[in-house]
């Protein structure tokens, strides 16, 4: 049966939703062109108003690591992080709240810099920007008042200080150094200060060697009324992340914080704690994929944190992915973007307490195809060779479909490596895994040691090690447990992966190439020498940690590149690309092409000249996700 790719991606994005009175904005690909941009609709339901020309677009949240939009209504503005084409060099833009052309918000004071924003007082026109160099490993963080363009600088470091923590007055700041994956140090900036001052940690350039500094993960951090602490997610008590207490009389020792209340069970973390008023907060987990939020009242004498009523976990809004969730402080409303498996992000209204009242104000659906032919997926976590539990989830075609006999194998691998796939239909993964499955595909899904979602222990694995455990985590997978399950026929299996994924992709491919018949790379670093020398300046630091020192780890690092086992892969490779890309640029993928063509090896290269480390725009989507499955149709 043939199967529309423009009907499964008919259903259009809704994103970072903002409410502001009865108007909520928010990010979609509604226009013709395909793209992410700004919109607004009143929140009782209207059509909504492009607040961007139709050439500009807006970044992909999920990479920008801070807001792409922030609305401050007191000025009358938006302030916009925009890059060009997925290149990633965001500037700070503001338009009028109607909407309209962009102009920069602080003149060329960022020029040469790649700006983030980290947290914003729209009450006081302020926004906390960390400014990272292109040209040298520096990061420095302003606090920036949009009314005035005074840029008042908090502090500088190679390791980020990055603003996670301001108080009510913003007169006290928190600013953080992360090294690795749960390695980081506190520092304290107040108003008056030259220069921001230790607070909490032992900063890496003043360890001596062979010190072991307990890993702290602290971030989400807010001053406790009247400034007395500080309150932040930490995994010092709770591997999976909970909660600690620093009193600033006595910034010593960090104080666990008992959570009481929690109603879900499973595997999963504590992902993001949010101040809402006074004392309270709104805590989200992240369990076996699937997104709770909380809201719940914080004791300071305890410290306890009593968790008192479920906003997102059940009912409609359960097993999906919380996208994004903002409160409005002056009536107590939340606007959250809610995915699943079989659908994509919609806009959610949750009004009142008891009982609270939850709105859909979007309805976008996959068009002509019945929800019975979706894949829900199915839990296929599996032991691993030394012992270690791997999460993992199976796609099958549906039923209705009617298909017969074991199916050929799509083996997907997520990016990061220190990130998840989950049940989320609004990304890239989602889309095409349904594609895959509508076409007789059966899809496997790990998310191997290194992924996030299991713990911080498990998160670590992959440090210093890319290519293997991990490794061995999927030729365990292929090997010994899918050929277990007679539904799909390991015989006939491709590996497709996005950046990390794409590495992994490769790594497999040419490693273990008796696996495969097919496989697909889409920005994958291919010579672990060259892409830590290509990628952006104030990056190297954090990789020369996590993965190696291209020269004083050269012999490590050529063992664990794809590109010393090219010659070794037998099965027909596509490599995509995007032209745009900071992080594995095109010239890496582009080494991958030409070796393996001078080797006379079957390799089809796609480029997308307007994208960076992701395929966004519809058109492109298309491309990609009808380039990879007639690939894997051709060959499996």
Known sequence: MAISLESLLAARLFLSPKLLGNRIFFLSNLGQSGHLSLYAMDAGGSVPEPLLPARIAMPNPELAEGEVFEVFPKLGKILLMLDRDGDEQYQPMLIPLEGGIPEPAFGAAFDGYRVRCLESDPQRNLAYLNAESRTEQMYVTFQANLETGELVKLGQHAWGSSVDGVNADNTKVILVDGYTQGDHTLYRWQAGWPDRKLLYGV??????????????????????????????????????????????????????????????????????????????????????????????????????????????????????????????????????????????????????????????????????????????????????????????????????????????????????????????????SMPLIQFLTLGGFAVFVPNTRGSTGYGLSYTKWVDKDFGGKDRLDHVHAMTQVLPQDKRVDVKRAGVVGRSYGGYMTLTLASRHPELWRASVDMFGPYDLITFSQRIPESWKPYFELVIGHPERDREFLLERSPRTYMQQIRCPLLVIQGKNDPRVIERESRDVVEQLQAAGKQVDYLVFVDEGHDVLKYANRVTCYTTIAEFFKTYL
């Open 203 to 428: 900063p890496l350039e003043e360890r001596a060697a062979g010190l072991k500094v307990p890993l702290n993960s602290i971030t989400n951090v807010f001053f406790t009324q009247g400034d007395q602490g500080l309150l932040f997610i930490t995994s010092l008590f709770v591997d999976s992340y909970g909660l600690g207490y620093l009193s600033l009389a006595d910034p010593a020792a960090v104080q666990p914080v008992e959570i009481t209340g929690v109603q879900h069970s499973g595997v999963g973390e504590l992902v993001k704690l949010k101040h809402l008023r006074e004392a309270r907060y709104a805590m989200e987990y992240n369990i076996d994929g699937c997104s709770w939020l909380y809201e719940g009242t914080f004791e300071e004498a305890g410290p306890t944190m009593k968790l008192e009523r479920v906003l997102c976990g059940r009912g409609k809004l359960s097993n999906g992915k919380l996208e994004a969730f903002s409160y409005e402080q002056e009536t107590g409303r939340y606007a959250l973007s809610f995915s699943t498996a079989t659908s994509s992000s919609q806009i959610y209204t949750i009004e009142g307490e008891s009982p609270q009242t939850e709105r859909q104000h979007t309805r976008e659906h996959v068009l002509g195809l019945p929800e019975e032919w979706l894949s829900p997926g199915e839990d296929a976590s599996f032991t691993s060779f030394d012992g270690l539990r791997i999460s993992a989830r199976l796609y099958l075609p549906a039923p209705a479909l009617g298909f017969e006999g074991p199916r050929p194998l799509v083996y997907y691998i997520h990016g990061g490596p220190q990130s998840q796939e989950r049940p989320d239909f609004t990304w890239f």
